[in-house]
């Protein structure tokens, strides 16, 4: 699975559950290491980034995520084999 792919999947199920949700579609003009998805519904909130493979958060986007929690926010790093996890969180 893509990043795209797995991007794909988590626009899909926050949609059908009526979660409002930013990215950023050119990151090139963007402050560097911020979350690939915001999600917001309600009173939660949910900054994800999402990686495929081994690949890990850059130190920008540790700095970013750890940001996100220290304001509220519920963080998640979002891979390929966390699609039952994302559907649980996003219910």
């Given at each position: 699975m893509?990043?795209?792919?797995?991007?794909?999947?988590v626009l899909d199920v926050a949609r059908v559950r009526g979660w409002l949700v930013y990215h950023t579609f050119d990151s090139r003009r963007s402050q560097p290491?911020?979350?690939?998805?915001?999600?917001?519904?309600?009173?939660r909130q949910v900054a994800a980034e999402l990686k495929v493979g081994r690949s890990k958060p850059t130190e920008a986007q540790e700095?970013?995520?750890?940001?996100?929690?220290?304001?509220?926010?519920?963080?998640?790093?979002?891979r390929e084999a966390d699609l039952d996890a994302i559907a649980e969180i996003l219910r």
């Open positions: 893509s990043e795209r792919d797995l991007q794909r999947y290491g911020f979350p690939d998805l915001i999600l917001l519904r309600g009173e700095i970013w995520l750890d940001a996100f929690h220290e304001a509220g926010a519920q963080v998640c790093i979002w």
